[in-house]
Each structure stands twice: as structure tokens, then as C-alpha cells.
């Protein structure tokens, strides 16, 4: 096992060099870098002036801006962001800073992208850690009453009802929530926006605690109700599949009670595949599919941090959270192989 961990340990670093060198070239060859978006808004703040200047004093001659930027300024702003240099030595200064682990820092916000990505956490670890535990929670024992009770009445219903819910987006189910829940429309249960209160500060720990949770529900169910079906049919097809095999019969003959036979074989085995690709779950709903969901409830996490850095074009951001999520996928499918043998000791990735 110290072998494949080793192997596959080793394996990272090509592979993260692979996705950072591939994103980087791709995206430095995008139109619209982020010199030419500070001149836009350069010109456009310079076109407003402008126009605010003409009004008052119309034969007086037109505000500078409005006639182009100055080559001094731009090439100031080329300097600023780095694009004085090749393509090939930021690629190369890039990797050498990020080998140590230095992000460097956002070209807009002055804050390191680190600080940055620590600032925006506490919303996307709200939401994917309490979406999937409650996924989880509902789903597993779900997929095995549906698998002990396959092609009931029960079983058909709740098989349609998970899968329409995954159909529907879960920004639809946000809006239907706000409009039912928050808005006031019909009933003000629930806060509109916002991870906590504006006197958080001031409740108690158990105060806290309430308030924490009373702001979350919204957006934790709209992610959340998606996702059952996924997990609900893998785990009732598992457990359908482990109640079908020849060795349940050679464990009735034996004279194992039923309960022996569901907990102690069916049970173990059919939650391999479960148990496993929790790791990978979590991390996939971490930091995805938040971005409607942020928007619409008012919430500053990872997935507006995204996408406001691709949209400003704000490389440093958007380097730095693709190469420390990149090797957090990495290290999570790393340890959910580990999970595999943990849970059932008869695998042994040294041997295959």
C-alpha cells in the first residue's frame, strides 16, 4: 500500500502541472486581459467626465480621456499587471511561485489571493458541508427501504418524485422557496440574505448557533434536493444488486437470520461504493453549483469569487483557486482510493 500511495502521490505533480499549463495558455490568449479592462474602464470613466464637462461648458474643449488613453499610462498598466514580459517568463515565474506556494495578489481587490480565498470560505463550506450531510442523511436510508421494498408503490413514487426534483434547477427551487418562505408574500419565516444576522456579534453561543442555522436552510435545501437522486438510486441498486448474489443463499443454508444476512453482508458490501465516493462527493458539491445559489440568497462565497475573476479577468485569482482546488481533487481521489481498502480489506491496489 506504501507503494501505491507513493506512486500516486508522485503522479500529482505531472498531473497538476498538465491542468495549470493548459489553463494558462488558454486563458492568456483570451481577448480582453485585464490591461485592456482597466483601459475600458479608463475611457469610460474619461467618456463620462466628459460629457459631464460638456454640459456645463460646452465650447470648452473635450475632456482627455474621451480622446484615448495616454501610451505612458498604458504601458504603466502593462508594467502593473506583468504583461511587460514574454508569455514564456510569466509562465515560468508563475510556476516557480506557485512550487512555493505564493499566489501572489488579486489585481483589484489588493488582497492575496490566499486571504482572499479564505475570506470567501466560511459561505461555501456552509453550503457543501451541511447540503451533502443532509444528502446523505436522506438518501442512504431511502435507497434501502427502496431496495428492500423494491417496486412497492412507495418504491415507484419516491423514484419519481427524486428524479423530477433533479430535473428541476435548484435556482427555480430558490426563487419558489423566497417567494413561499422569505419574501413575505406568504409567510417571513426565513432571512432573505445573508450568512448571519447584523447583531451576530451580540447573541449568545446558543444564539449564534440558531441564527447560523435559521440563515442557511434556504440555500442548503435548494442544493440539496437535487441531489437524492443520484445517491438514492446508487444505493438502492447496490443493495439490489448485493441481495442478488449466490453467497445470501449459501448464508441461509447455513441457517444466518435475515438481519444477519442484510447488516452483516449485504449491508457492508453495498456500502462500499458509497462509503468510497464520499470524499469526491464532498468536494463536488464544495465548490460547485453554488453560483445561482449565492446570488439569488446574497451570499459572498468561492462561486461569485469565481466568476467575478474570470469576468474582470483577475489571473491571479483564478490561477490560484484552480491550482489549490486542482490538487485538493486530487489528494481527495487519492484518499478515497484509501477509503476503498479501509472499508473492504480484500482490495489491494499494490497487487492490481
Not at 486571504?115 to 442523511?137: A, M, N, R, W
Not at 461504493?273 to 446570488?295: D, K, N, Q, T
Not at 461569485?304 to 490560484?320: A, Q, T
Amino acid at each position: 500500500m506504501f507503494a501505491y500511495i507513493l506512486k500516486r502521490l508522485l503522479l500529482i505533480i505531472p498531473t497538476l502541472w498538465g491542468i495549470i499549463t493548459l489553463n494558462f495558455f488558454i486563458i492568456q490568449s483570451a481577448p480582453g486581459g485585464p490591461v485592456e479592462q482597466m483601459v475600458a474602464k479608463i475611457s469610460n470613466a474619461g467618456n463620462q467626465e466628459s460629457n459631464n464637462t460638456s454640459l456645463k461648458q460646452v465650447n470648452e474643449s473635450a475632456y482627455k480621456g474621451a480622446q484615448g488613453l495616454d501610451s505612458a499610462l498604458y504601458a504603466e498598466l502593462t508594467k502593473l499587471y506583468g504583461f511587460d514580459k514574454p508569455l514564456w517568463e510569466r509562465y515560468v515565474t508563475m510556476l516557480k511561485k506557485y512550487f512555493l506556494f505564493d499566489f501572489g495578489q488579486s489585481f483589484y481587490r489588493q488582497i492575496s489571493v490566499i486571504d482572499l480565498i479564505k475570506e470567501k470560505l466560511p459561505v461555501s463550506i456552509s453550503l457543501g458541508f451541511f447540503s451533502t450531510l443532509l444528502i446523505y442523511l436522506i438518501s442512504i436510508p431511502l435507497g434501502i427501504y427502496k431496495a428492500r421494498h423494491n417496486n412497492s408503490n412507495f418504491d415507484i413514487a419516491s423514484s419519481v418524485a427524486v428524479v423530477v426534483a433533479n430535473a428541476i434547477p435548484s435556482f427555480l427551487f430558490a426563487i419558489i422557496l423566497i417567494v413561499l418562505f422569505a419574501s413575505g408574500t406568504y409567510w417571513q419565516i426565513f432571512p432573505l440574505k445573508g450568512l448571519v444576522s447584523d447583531n451576530f456579534a451580540d447573541l449568545g453561543t446558543l444564539g449564534k448557533i440558531k441564527d447560523y442555522l435559521w440563515h442557511i436552510s434556504l440555500p442548503v435545501l435548494c442544493m440539496s434536493i437535487g441531489g437524492f437522486a443520484t445517491l438514492t438510486l446508487l444505493v438502492k441498486n447496490s443493495f439490489l444488486d448485493e441481495m442478488g448474489k449466490l453467497y445470501l443463499i449459501s448464508a441461509r443454508a447455513k441457517g444466518a437470520s435475515e438481519g444477519r444476512i442484510f447488516y452483516g453482508h449485504v449491508f457492508r458490501n453495498a456500502m462500499l461504493l458509497v462509503i468510497a465516493g464520499f470524499p469526491s462527493a464532498f468536494l463536488g458539491v464544495f465548490f460547485s453549483g453554488s453560483l445561482l445559489i449565492e446570488i439569488i440568497f446574497s451570499l459572498d462565497g468561492l462561486g461569485l469569487l469565481g466568476f467575478d475573476s474570470i469576468v474582470n479577468r483577475d489571473y491571479p485569482v483564478v490561477f490560484g483557486s484552480l491550482y489549490i482546488f486542482t490538487l485538493l481533487g486530487l489528494v481527495i481521489n487519492l484518499v478515497s482510493d484509501l477509503t476503498y481498502s479501509l472499508v473492504d480489506p480484500r482490495i489491494d491496489f499494490d497487487r492490481r
